[in-house]
């Protein structure tokens, strides 16, 4: 069964670019998310296998949004895309809940091999 | 703002080109400018700053720039719309890289982009700004950073772990 994904960033032109990327790679991009409250909804309705998530985004940022998904579903797979390159929003991000985190700017590779590792733990979550 | 901080932006820059566009920029020699008379091209993308160090750090670059960086990257909608969200990230994605060097409390707004340059509302009144010119393609683009320590702030130091 295809993975499925849900992207959220402000960003229309990295949504795009993170959608292309992850299609070309057979996973399958169900919802795309501007900021976290819209991010959240979609969550609760489609469950998608992985998430990426920004966190500087208006409306309510993605360390608030890993949160509230996290409420919502504590297996839930959030990849966070972000800029912000120190190491306490890392740390922070991954006590919330999140599985992973890479910086931008990335490359498909770095995306590509982010995406490898985590949906072979949905793999083994669905066995 | 001491100039061995502006390091840290000039690596920012080199890899966001490097990453994106797999292309070496070149960078130029820093320089300083009164706030009064800001560089600008013809976007601009602009990064509040506060907490620790308060003020602004922007992107600005021609269209032709942004327009050949969207379609590097893939996108084939070249939109002014598009092309405001790249410069807005572009300047987001600096300015964010830049906590490895100022740690979490270089707390940074979401993106505004304008055309032209910021006007006096958004640079600090007083003072001069870092502008760090590039050069791409033989475009022309620059960022500008214009940061002040604040005062009575206390960066927090995390402790090393007992062994």
């Known amino acids: 069964m295809m993975i499925t994904i849900m992207v959220v960033d402000d960003s229309n032109v990295i949504r795009n670019r993170i959608t292309r990327s992850s299609e070309s790679k057979g996973f399958e991009v169900v919802a795309t998310a501007a900021n976290g409250v819209d991010a959240v909804q979609l969550y609760e309705i489609l469950k998608p296998d992985l998430v990426t998530m920004d ?10 949004c890993i949160r509230n998904i996290i409420n919502l579903d504590e297996n839930a797979n959030i990849l966070v895309i972000s ?3 120190d190491k306490a929003t890392g740390i922070k991000a991954l006590e919330y809940g999140a599985r992973g985190f890479i910086y931008k700017p990335f490359t498909d590779e770095d995306l590509f091999e982010a995406f490898r590792e985590m949906a072979a733990e949905v793999v083994n979550e669905r066995r | 703002m001491k100039e061995d901080k502006i390091q840290v932006f000039l690596e920012g820059v080199r890899k966001y ?18 706030n009064k008379m800001p560089a600008a091209q013809h976007y601009s993308g602009v990064i509040a700053v506060s907490g620790c160090t308060r003020g602004i750090v922007y992107f600005t670059c021609p269209q032709q720039m942004a327009r050949r960086l969207l379609v590097l990257m893939g996108e084939t909608d070249t939109s002014e719309e598009n092309i405001m969200d790249l410069i807005g990230e572009v300047a987001n ?22 055309r032209g340059a910021p006007d006096e509302i958004m640079l600090p009144r007083e003072g001069r700004s870092f502008v760090i010119p590039l050069e791409w393609e033989k475009l022309q683009a620059a960022i500008i950073v214009a940061l002040y320590k604040a005062t009575g702030c206390v960066q927090a130091v995390s402790k090393p772990v007992a062994q």
């Open chain 1, 83 to 85: 800029a912000l390159a």
């Open chain 2, 93 to 114: 994605t600096i300015a964010g890289n830049a906590r490895s060097q100022f740690g979490e409390k270089f707390e940074i707004s979401v993106p505004v982009v304008i």
């Open chain 1, 55 to 64: 966190l500087t985004m208006p409306k309510m940022d993605g360390l608030a």
């Open chain 2, 17 to 34: 080109f490097t990453q994106v566009a797999g292309e070496e920029v070149f960078i130029g020699t820093p320089y300083l400018v009164e």
